[in-house]
């Protein structure tokens, strides 16, 4: 019985339920026997469908259909291949007709035995339950149960940090030295491309995933100016780099992004790779005889790739001109627009890794063994981790500067040091990393107005939030910011709040004005995060307040 048949069998060609919108905005045909994911990447159903009897059919491709509208093609992936390998090793003879318990206690010991972990089962499983969820036949509420019920054992997490494997675990400080001296002696001579070097030079210094630097377009780049403060009255600029976030469940493409602050020389390396991306892309459209208005043009140059899979740019580009030479100029428009806003014109996460490992090989360097030095994305995240962990950083602190959802993946990189008992509070005051938080609030807490530097004269000196006294100024209100009351005083070192000033009140206002930004422009709007350090000064004077409050009640004063 050939495909067509068993899926007329099945009952699965009614036209309301063969369109499918995944999580990326790509819409397919369910009936074909390709299924494109993300624009770039899909999953070859035909040969998923040939590895179930017709009566399983039409739950495995219900499920398979729900499962691309909301997860990543790694996870549908997955799906896939811990399909095929469920029927080679437990219907090798034909095709899967059931889900029994029985079954399955006998592909764990098939797992251990050739592979030392349960993963496939882990990804069957996963397929099961929103198999079940969905209400398709096939899948019972007992064997479910059980699955559950399972304790599955893993791929070994960590091994190549814990045993700081010279092939595949954290640079040492020595190799990191010269892999970053041989980067930049080939971007200076011209044997390293600017998109290379700029590509390594992220991951060596974010520990990112490819699928994060991969996804990344040039308006993530991006320069700003914070609040007003001494010697700064238009505020400081703030260099950032806004990173799509990895691994997020049930997130689009994009759809959640995390600030990376930048030194300005960091900031001016992927500066110059966003100015070259962008001026290829108007070369590209002159070629192509294209005569944008401003607006559009800005448009697309913001949604470019950082890091752009040229072959395709261009295909889009040729292909939108034969239809602007059609007289279709509103349609070539719309699909050059749609492409630069999805990920069509993205690299793969996989060609990203073997960017990232050629750019590494040709610089030539060796490792600890003196061979050359073999480098991979996970590589460098796993030395970034290692480096955090040396600043002596605690593990919630690790997984957030790696973008880890939780702490429990980063605990391997404390665990794994023995130096990492010196005090977490002085490495954290000494971590550049952590710098700017740890001085954020750079005054002196005090008791009172009248302990006050500058406190008896309070018509000069007292600086009031919504008409209640918070703070003296020990400077007399000389800078000039009087328009920046109370917002630049708290990142002041003259500043000196008092006890009992309206400082949980005023954090509460910042934290709901930040909110208000977020719904309405992104939690990754730049406008959003400009007062991020003066939430924080002001987080600081609140713990100081409260710890001095316990400090007076031991000692049996009044707070």
């Known amino acids: 019985m050939n495909s067509r048949a068993i899926r007329a069998e099945a009952g699965l060609d009614q036209a309301d339920t063969h369109i499918v919108r995944t999580r990326f905005g790509i819409e397919f045909d369910a009936r074909e026997g390709w299924w494109p994911i993300d624009g770039r990447q899909g999953i070859d159903v035909e040969s998923l469908r040939i590895l179930v009897t017709p009566a399983m059919l039409a739950g495995l491709e219900a499920t398979l259909r729900f499962a691309s509208s909301k997860y990543s093609w790694a996870t549908v992936s997955h799906y896939g291949w811990a399909l095929k390998n469920f029927q080679r090793m437990c219907f090798p003879a034909g095709r899967i007709s059931s889900w029994r318990l029985a079954d399955f206690r006998k592909y764990r010991a098939l797992l251990l035995a050739e592979y030392g972990h ?20 096939g899948v019972s509420d007992a064997l479910i149960a059980s699955l559950k019920e399972m304790r599955l054992k893993g791929v070994e997490a960590g091994r190549a940090v814990r045993s700081m494997d010279p092939d595949s675990g954290p640079l040492t400080p020595d190799e990191f030295h010269h892999l970053m ?24 210094c974010t520990g990112r995933r490819p699928i994060q630097s991969a996804s990344l377009k040039c308006k993530d780049v991006v320069e700003t100016l914070g609040d007003p403060e001494p010697g700064f009255p238009n505020g400081q600029p703030i260099y950032m780099l806004a990173v799509p976030r990895a691994k997020q469940r049930g997130h689009s493409f994009r759809e959640t992004r995390r600030g990376i602050d930048l030194t300005l020389g960091n900031f001016q390396v ?27 043009l800005r448009s697309l140059l913001g949604e470019l790739p950082l890091y752009p899979s040229w072959s395709s740019v261009t295909e889009a580009v040729e292909l939108a001109g034969e239809m602007r030479q059609g007289g279709q100029y509103g349609k070539a428009l ?23 490992i050629d750019a590494c090989a040709s ?51 404390v665990d794994n040091l023995p130096e990492h008992a010196a005090e977490i509070d002085r490495a954290v005051s000494k971590s550049p ?29 007292r600086l009031a939030y919504r ?91 009044q707070a």
């Open 334 to 356: 719309a699909a050059l627009r749609l492409d630069a806003q999805g990920m069509a014109w993205h690299n793969t996460s996989q060609s990203q890794g073997k960017r990232i």
């Open 118 to 137: 349960e993963d496939y089962l882990r990804h069957i499983r996963s397929l099961l339950v929103n198999w079940h969820a969905g209400g398709h036949a």
């Open 181 to 204: 001296s041989g980067l930049m002696e080939a971007a200076e001579t011209g044997e390293l491309s600017l998109g290379d070097f700029s590509l390594v030079y992220l991951h060596l």
């Open 363 to 413: 610089v030539g360097v060796k490792g600890r063994d003196g061979q050359p030095l073999k480098i991979t994305a996970a590589r460098l995240r796993h030395t970034k981790g290692t480096d955090l962990a040396r600043e002596g950083l605690p593990s919630h602190l690790i997984a957030w500067l790696l973008d880890h959802s939780t702490s429990r993946s980063a605990d391997i990189y």
């Open 467 to 557: 008409g209640k006294g918070a703070a003296t100024c020990g400077h007399l209100k000389q800078c000039g910011l009087d328009g920046g009351v109370p917002h630049a005083c708290y990142t002041c070192s003259h500043f000196q709040p008092w006890l009992d000033g309206p400082h949980e009140q005023f954090l509460a206002d910042l934290q709901a004005e930040r909110a208000h930004l977020v719904s309405e422009l992104g939690a990754d709007s730049p406008v959003a995060k400009r007062r991020d350090k003066l939430i924080v000064a002001v987080g600081n004077v609140v713990q100081l307040c409260a710890a001095r409050r316990v400090e007076l009640e031991a000692a049996g004063g």
């Open 270 to 296: 992927f500066c110059a790779q966003r100015d070259d991306v962008q001026h290829a892309f108007r070369e590209l459209l002159d070629g192509g005889g294209w005569d944008l208005q401003p607006e559009d």
């Open 433 to 461: 990393t952590l710098q700017r938080f740890a001085e954020a609030f750079r005054g002196t807490l005090v008791d009172s107005e009248e302990d006050a530097i500058g406190g008896s004269d309070p018509e000069q000196s």
